[in-house]
């Protein structure tokens, strides 16, 4: 037996029907299979009654056989629908109809008691139980109904005679019914079981996802709270270590220069320990303050007072802060309210930490109004001001303890947000709540709800503990000390200056000898006036109210070094670091950061940044200077190598380029002198040749027709190539001298056509020319050294390509190539030859170099071809690849751009 607490029918009447829901699905699946093999095996079961029954009784039977069939078809459809689903135990139950009706028709039309058909209803009792899977009630109802049936036709049909044949089949058929019933029910039953078991699965899978989750957030919030501790450390540290600072400092200078220090330098740094020393009581009061209300030991000591003289008393004490801040002030109390029952002391630390709140993030200009009205039983202390308001995301955490809207070290506002949780506590001690409505960019409101607590006897009730002015007059020591302390917030605590809301940074000289420059970026004014005044003996000062400033003037003055405090507004000293190392003029300026947070990471992130050294608060000032001077001094050692490289450097560009002149100067000398040997050695041999060929051309006419032609064409071009020598000579001659005698117009085709004549002979050696020169393309100059150009060109080309051996297949080739881009004519040519080196090609054009053997070149061929695009107002490059071939580029005027370029330069 399965026990009751798992049992189906021992279970509430809720649990059955989700269980019966659970098993909804499987229930009619079982049903739509069963259905189908039910409708199959009635029409196979016609094969049944022909081997009974013979013809007769399968066309007895088949019509209704068929009939069973598509009903039970007709219920598996209806299963599938939506209405089916709804109805499936019934539709389970109206599958049994058909079947016990046929058969129980076919007992009936036949033997009666004693057919064989009645094994038919075992099978459909049997098919319930392991096929169909019906709930126990439906097994209950089809046993009983299946047993009428038979007994129904066993009586229509007439007589039992045989009794023990009649009891023989009942027996089977009750057997086989109890088997269906009792299966059903264990069935069922381990169904639920296993039901139970999956929803408790299920439940405890919940149960630990949500576990899961709460461990989530859990964790969330304890990596949130170590968050906010590092925080809060971090701020506490900051908002410590920079009044120590300054108190610890001006000790010091007080005790080294002793009677040497002036009255008003000492003055003024007892001033300045003074207001620090307020502002560290001040710090730790509210701290204690926040311990104890988190201890639950604080009690409320309430006294009556006149929250009227309270309120506008408040406000007379804010007013001087607001006055240096451009803000008014605005006090009113509603008439209605009696002298209250409060804490006077801790009433006042709410106020004035909402004021001092909308102070800080009030802008110059703003209004701020404090208020107190009665709202049935309870006293609303109102602050409303025009500041920069809170975004709606922040507002959930602005009462939460060392949360602030910008933690980062680039923040504008000091604090280590612990104020407006302590407002919160101490309302919530006195009963009441505080709530916060806020726009950004229109302001935010503060409430305080207390519960209202009229006086019992208001004529005991004592004046407030403010004059007019906000000074105690309670007479005791400790106490007035601590609201000293308490107004002693000054616009260090507001929003933190940037270089607008002051005056412009000066330079600050000592002396007139020139001291090492020193930037300040300090954003704390007693920080920045106590570096200044004892730093300014040693170094020219500027200064600097933010880390964006400090890059500006940085940037614009070049000091020798920077000085900068970690925690700044827009720009920390990390990314003041980073962005001065970016810039080239200010990579090399040493960066010096002061900070509260010595720790190791925070140092690391600063060396990383770029920092040079790194000074924690409090340090002493001997340190600080010793440290300023040896690293503005290196500094300016380091500049001076620089600048005295860079001068080596000009001076030694300049002997390079001097000694390049000389070189080419004597090269040209050299030349010169060579040229005048040559012309002399060689116009003599010309003069003969020439004379040779003028009693040659006169003996021409002794020749035979056949002959003269080409005779007189040879005769032609030997005297064309030596006029060409003369030519040559004589432009060697004019090398040195260049003038633009002899400039002219001329085509470019007839030249080139020309040059290609005095190398005809290399087409027998096997070196193709392929050129490709536009018709009428004029360019201006010197024909003469135009065509000794091309010499030279082609000629090294045919050079290049007698030092290559070729595959088969391909042959020296020398490609001539001219196009005009605008007002300028491009000549290429072109070869497949041997190619140069990149050492060549730097060299190819000096005088006297070549890579010929010796007596095959003097090295003046492309010398003289960049002289003469030099006087042609071109140029000359050459694009070469070792293995594979030389284009030399001759980029020269067109004619007509010439002589508009001559004209412009003649007019002027």
Not at 31 to 43: I, N
Not at 140 to 147: G, Q
Not at 608 to 630: H, Q, Y
Not at 813 to 837: E, P, W
Request: charged fraction near 20%; include cysteine.
């Amino acid at each position: 037996m399965v026990p009751a607490k798992t049992s189906l029918y021992g279970a509430d009447s809720q649990l059955r029907r989700e269980f019966q829901l659970y098993e909804q699905d499987i229930r009619i699946q079982n049903y739509r299979m069963c259905s189908g093999l039910a409708s199959f095996f009635m029409v196979a079961g016609a094969s049944l009654d022909l081997i009974v029954y013979k013809l007769a009784g399968l066309w007895q039977f088949l019509p209704f056989r068929i009939m069973s069939a598509v009903m039970l078809l007709i219920i598996s459809f209806l299963l599938g629908t939506k209405w089916g689903r709804d109805w499936h135990r019934t539709l389970g139950i109206c599958m049994s109809v058909p079947l016990m009706g046929s058969i129980g028709w076919m007992i009936y039309a036949k033997e009666g008691y004693a057919s064989p058909y009645y094994a038919g209803l075992n099978l459909v009792m049997l098919g319930a139980a392991i096929l169909m899977r019906w709930p126990l009630f439906e097994s209950v109802l089809i046993v009983f109904l299946t047993i009428d049936i038979y007994f129904a036709a066993c009586f229509f049909h007439g007589p039992v005679s045989d009794l023990s044949l009649f009891f023989n089949n009942c027996y089977f058929l009750f057997v086989t019914g109890v088997f269906t019933v009792a299966g059903t029910w264990f069935y069922n039953n381990i169904r639920f079981s296993e039901f139970l078991l999956r929803q408790s699965l299920d439940t405890k899978h919940i149960q630990l996802q949500d576990a899961n989750l709460q461990l989530e957030k859990s964790n969330q919030k304890l990596r949130e709270l170590d968050e906010a501790k590092s925080r809060f450390f971090a701020n506490i540290s900051h908002e410590l270590r920079t009044p120590l600072t300054l108190l610890i400092a001006p000790v010091e200078t007080l005790l080294n220069k002793g009677e040497g220090i002036l009255p008003a330098e000492r003055q003024a740094m007892l001033g300045t320990m003074q207001a620090n020393a307020m502002r560290l009581l001040k710090l730790i009061n509210t701290l204690l303050d926040l311990v104890r209300l988190e201890t639950h030991t604080v009690e409320l000591q309430k006294a009556p007072v006149i929250l009227a003289d309270f309120i506008h008393g408040l406000g007379k004490a804010c007013l001087a802060l607001a006055q240096d801040k451009r803000i008014t002030i605005e006090t009113a109390c509603a008439s209605d309210i009696q002298p209250i029952m409060a804490d006077v002391e801790k009433l006042e630390r709410v106020c004035l930490n909402l004021l001092f709140n909308a102070l800080k993030f009030t802008p110059a200009g703003g209004r701020i109004s404090l208020t107190a009205v009665r709202e049935n039983d309870h006293l609303c202390i109102q602050v409303r001001d025009t500041g920069v308001g809170i975004a709606e995301e922040h507002l959930t955490h602005l009462f939460t303890r060392f949360w602030q809207a910008d933690a980062s070290s680039q923040r504008r506002f000091q604090g280590m947000g612990i104020g407006l949780a302590l407002v919160k506590e101490i309302v919530e001690l006195h009963g009441g709540s505080v709530s916060v409505e806020s726009k950004v960019g229109k302001g935010s409101t503060f409430s305080a709800r207390l519960p209202y607590e009229p006086a019992h006897d208001a004529a005991t009730v004592p004046k407030v503990r403010l004059k007019a002015d906000g000074e105690p007059i309670t007479g005791e020591w400790i106490i007035d000390l601590y609201r000293r302390a308490e107004f002693s917030t000054s616009l260090a605590d507001s929003p933190r200056r940037s270089a607008t809301e002051i005056s412009p940074p000066k330079m600050v000289r000592k002396d007139v000898k020139k001291a090492p420059t020193l930037l300040i970026a300090e954003d704390e004014p007693d920080m920045m006036t106590y570096l200044c005044s004892q730093l300014s003996e040693d170094f020219e000062i500027i200064q600097a109210t933010d880390g964006s400033d400090a890059v500006t003037k940085a940037s614009q003055y070049l000091p020798d070094i920077v000085l900068s405090d970690l925690m700044m507004p827009y720009k920390d000293g990390m990314q003041v670091c980073r962005e001065l190392r970016e810039r080239t003029s200010t990579r090399m300026i040493p960066v010096v950061l002061l900070t509260a947070r010595p720790d190791e990471r925070t140092k690391i992130e600063a060396l990383t940044a770029g920092a040079t050294d790194f000074i924690g608060k409090p340090f002493s000032l001997t340190e600080v200077r010793v440290r300023l001077m040896n690293l503005a001094a290196s500094n300016r050692y380091q500049r001076e190598l620089a600048d005295q490289k860079k001068r080596l450097e000009a001076t030694l560009e300049q002997l390079k380029e001097a000694e390049s002149i000389l070189v080419q100067h004597e090269k040209l000398s050299s030349l010169g002198r060579m040229s005048a040997g040559l012309i002399h050695e060689i116009n003599n041999p010309l003069n003969f040749a020439s004379q040779g060929i003028y009693w040659l051309k006169q003996l021409s006419g002794r020749l035979p027709d056949t002959l003269k032609g080409e005779f007189a064409e040879t005769l032609d071009d030997i005297d064309t190539g030596v006029k060409r020598v003369v030519t040559i000579i004589t432009d060697l001659r004019s090398f040195t001298r260049p003038n633009q005698e002899g400039y002219s117009d001329f085509e470019l085709q007839p030249l080139v056509e020309t040059v290609l004549r005095f190398f005809s002979h290399h087409k027998k050696d096997g070196v193709s020319f392929v050129v490709d020169v536009p018709e009428g393309l004029m360019i201006h100059g010197n024909h003469g050294h135009i065509t000794q150009v091309l010499v030279n060109l082609l000629q090294n080309g045919i050079d290049a390509t007698a030092d290559k051996t070729y595959p088969a297949g391909e042959e020296p080739t020398i490609q001539i190539h001219v196009s005009q881009k605008q007002d300028r004519v491009i000549l290429s040519v072109k070869d497949n030859g041997s190619g140069m080196s990149r050492e060549t090609q730097d060299n190819v054009f000096d005088p006297f170099f070549t890579t010929k053997e010796v007596g095959k070149g003097l090295g003046l061929g492309l010398s003289i071809c960049h002289r003469i695009l030099a006087d042609h107002q071109g140029l000359i490059s050459i694009h070469s690849e070792q293995g594979i071939g030389t284009e030399f580029i001759l980029d020269l005027p067109e004619a007509s751009f010439y002589r508009t370029h001559s004209q412009e330069n003649t007019l002027l």
